[in-house]
Each structure stands twice: as C-alpha cells, then as structure tokens.
C-alpha cells in the first residue's frame, strides 16, 4: 500500500505536471535517490556547520518538494534556508529531522521497488 505522501505526489504529478502513470514509479524511483543525496549532503552540511553548503541545499530541496506538490515541506525546507542564513541557526536540526521523517516514504521508495 502506497504512503499517504507517495500518494499526493502521484496525484500532483498526473494532474498538475502531466506526467503519464505508466512513467510514474520510475520517476518516483529516481526522485528518491535524488532527495537522499540532497538529504544527506544537508545533514553533513548541518553537522558540519557549512551554513553556505545548507543554505544551496535547503533551496534546492525547497524548489524540489514544491514541484512535487509538497509545499508545505518546501516551507518547512525554506525555515532551514533562512536560519542557516541568521546569525543564530538554532532550529536547524529541528527542521532537518523533521523533514527527514515526514519524507522517509519517498527516500526509501527506490529500495523497495
């Protein structure tokens, strides 16, 4: 059974991008290993203290989950933007675990296909 979250995407990328069903998994496929990559240098950016390194990625994550109908993520990835841009980036981890959890659907979705 797909995951609520795979679900919105699915329907957002039918409806609003035109992108055929049979094409879908492989996108998804490719989607998520994508997502990891971007997730994975965030957090190393994040534990690294590169504020530029998690400021490039938070808005590529940010323009990634906006196209795939997950805006209020995207919101969630512009917080981790903006506070790696302050001078007190104290709620990154925050952000960045709670994006992780609510994005583990999609970012194992190639493992289990």
Request: proline content about 3%; aromatic content about 6%.
């Amino acid at each position: 059974m797909a995951s609520e979250l795979i679900e919105i995407i699915t329907e957002h990328l039918q409806d609003k991008a035109g992108v055929p069903a049979e094409k879908i998994i492989g996108f998804l496929k490719e989607t998520s290993v994508h997502l990891r990559v971007i997730m994975d240098t965030l957090d190393e950016a994040i534990d690294e203290g590169e504020f530029e390194d998690v400021v490039a990625s938070s808005h590529m994550l940010k323009g990634s989950l906006v196209n795939l109908g997950l805006e209020e993520l995207s919101i969630v990835a512009g917080k981790i933007e903006t506070a790696a841009s302050s001078t007190s980036p104290l709620y990154l981890s925050c952000y960045y675990m709670r994006l992780r959890r609510e994005l583990l659907p999609l970012l194992d979705y190639a493992d289990k296909r």
